[in-house]
C-alpha cells in the first residue's frame, strides 16, 4: 500500500518540551511539506523541502525545525520557541515541488501542549 | 499570507440538491486546486485546474475558472450525505513551488 503516514495521531506535551512529529510516505516523492492547521482554518505552511537533505522555511517557520536526510521522512520538531503550538499538524508529499502536481495528505497528528 | 478565500464559509443544503462554492485569489497564478478534508482527516485532491483552463469536470465535480476575475467555482451535483466536508481551493502563485491555502468552505449534506 503506497501512503503517507503520521504518528502519533494525538499528542500531549507540556509547555517547555521540544516534541517530534513524524511523517514518512512511500510514494517515492521528492518533495514534502508541513503545514498548521488551526480550527476552523486552512492550512499554513511551516517548512517545505523538494530533495533530500534541502528544506526551506514556510510561511509560519518560527518555532519549528526539520531535516530531511532521507527521501521518504520529513519530522518536525516543534520547540519550546513555538508560542501557541497547540494545532493539528498535517503533512504532505507531490511527486515533484515543481507547479502543477497534486499534494498527497497523511492522516495528521494532532498536539496539545498544557 | 493567505491567497485564496472561499465563500461562503459554510453552506448547509438537502441531499440531491448541488452545492456551489467559490474561491477567490489576489495574484496571478499557474494552478488552482481544490481539495477536500473530513472532520479531523487529512486533506484529499480532487481537481486541479491550470491558469488556461477555464472548465473541468471530474464525476460529479465541475469546476471553472476565471483568471480575469481570478476567481474559481467548485459546483458538486447531486449531492450525498458523504460530501458533508470542508472544501478548500489551493493556489501556487507565480514562480513558486508551494501552494497557499484558503480557509475552506464547511458543506453539510442534510438527509
Known amino acids: 500500500d503506497g501512503g503517507i503516514t503520521q504518528s502519533p495521531k494525538y499528542l500531549f506535551r507540556k509547555e517547555g518540551q521540544n516534541v517530534t512529529l513524524s511523517c514518512e510516505q512511500n510514494?517515492?516523492?521528492?518533495?514534502m511539506y508541513w503545514y498548521r492547521q488551526d480550527p476552523g482554518q486552512g492550512l499554513r505552511l511551516i517548512y517545505y523541502?523538494?530533495?533530500?537533505?534541502?528544506?526551506q522555511k514556510g510561511d509560519i517557520a518560527e518555532g519549528y525545525s526539520v531535516s530531511r536526510e532521507k527521501k521518504e521522512s520529513f519530522p518536525l520538531t516543534v520547540t519550546s520557541a513555538q508560542k501557541n503550538p497547540t494545532a493539528f499538524y498535517l503533512c504532505?508529499?507531490?511527486?515533484?515541488?515543481?507547479?502543477?502536481?497534486?499534494?498527497?495528505f497523511g492522516p495528521g497528528t494532532r498536539l496539545t501542549v498544557t | 499570507s493567505q491567497q485564496g478565500e472561499e465563500d461562503p464559509q459554510a453552506l448547509s443544503i438537502q441531499e440531491g440538491e448541488n452545492a456551489t462554492m467559490n474561491c477567490s485569489y489576489k495574484t496571478s497564478i499557474n494552478n488552482l486546486q481544490w481539495y477536500r478534508q473530513n472532520s479531523g482527516r487529512g486533506l484529499v485532491h480532487l481537481i486541479l485546474i491550470r491558469s488556461n483552463e477555464r472548465e473541468k469536470h471530474s464525476g460529479r465535480l465541475r469546476v471553472t475558472l476565471d483568471t480575469s476575475k481570478k476567481s474559481s467555482s467548485l459546483l458538486i451535483t447531486a449531492s450525498r450525505a458523504a460530501d458533508t466536508a470542508s472544501y478548500f481551493c489551493?493556489?501556487?502563485?507565480?514562480?513558486?513551488?508551494?501552494?497557499?491555502f484558503g480557509q475552506g468552505t464547511r458543506l453539510t449534506i442534510n438527509p
Open positions: 510514494l517515492n516523492h521528492d518533495a
Open positions: 523541502s523538494q530533495i533530500v537533505n534541502d528544506f
Open positions: 489551493a493556489t501556487d502563485r507565480e514562480g513558486a513551488q508551494k501552494l497557499v
Open positions: 504532505a508529499s507531490s511527486i515533484t515541488g515543481t507547479s502543477g502536481y497534486e499534494q498527497y
